[in-house]
């Protein structure tokens, strides 16, 4: 039986993971494909490693799809950020776009764009296609699964917290299956184990894939550019740097 070339190609004496990044995403990414090297010419032991690997790229792309379905021009403009910015360019910007932001809206307003284009915050709802994959949900179920995490995301703005992976404690998901589901509604619709799915389980699994979380007093931005910088906040130089 042939073995599996899926996500494979051969390049440079090594057999390195390929995805082809969508015709939509393209200009935000930068390129047609992904491509990250396995360090070994077996073709048995490239397809062992390759998983992490495809998953890690697929999320870049499920990042850069994030920017087109954004309505909020600010949070899209994070996310498009967040594809580059482990290179210095991109931080310099990030830092200066937070400071623009912080005169014309406020800290908070700067600080929730500067974490999310950063890494250290997640939006809520960022890794729900791959959790309901990986929970095998049908497909009523799944819409089930949306509708509750919707209505946390509500929550979560009426009580004026953060909609991120990172803000969301079980003490939080429990306040709010008490005051949003167990007396409101759709207590009775919706199986139970989904909600508690939903609003713990999801952030308890995503969490784990998120780029880092937040503890402590909230920490100002590195530093203040100088007046005279002229530097365009959403232009970042550089290559795209796929997470390893």
Do not use: C
Request: hydrophobic fraction near 35%.
């Amino acid at each position: 039986m042939a073995i599996s070339r899926q996500y494979l190609e051969w390049h440079g004496q090594q057999w390195r993971v390929r995805v082809k990044v969508p015709a939509k995403v393209r200009d935000i990414i930068g390129r047609g494909k992904l491509t990250h090297p396995l360090h070994t010419a077996d073709l048995k032991e490239a397809n062992e490693r390759k998983w992490p690997v495809v998953a890690r790229l697929k999320a870049v792309i499920a990042s850069a799809e994030k920017v087109l379905v954004s309505n909020d021009p600010v949070e899209a403009e994070a996310l498009r950020l967040r594809l580059t910015n482990l290179d210095d360019d991109a931080q310099e910007a990030i830092t200066f776009r937070a400071y623009q932001l912080e005169r014309e809206h406020g800290e908070d307003r700067a600080r929730a764009f500067y974490d999310l284009a950063s890494g250290k915050t997640t939006p809520l709802d960022h890794h729900v296609d791959s959790f309901l994959k990986h929970q095998g949900y049908r497909l009523k179920s799944e819409g089930d699964f949306k509708r509750v995490l919707g209505w946390l995301v509500d929550w979560l703005r009426d009580s004026r917290l953060p909609v991120t992976l990172e803000a969301v404690r079980r003490v939080d998901a429990g306040k709010f299956i008490s005051e949003s589901l167990v007396v409101g509604r759709g207590s009775r619709r919706l199986s139970p184990i989904l909600v508690s799915s939903a609003s713990t389980g999801y952030g308890s699994l995503a969490r784990g894939t998120s780029s880092g979380t937040i503890h402590g007093p909230a920490r100002r931005f590195p530093h203040r550019p100088d007046s005279g910088e002229r530097r365009s906040p959403t232009k970042a130089s550089g290559p795209l740097r796929t997470p390893r």
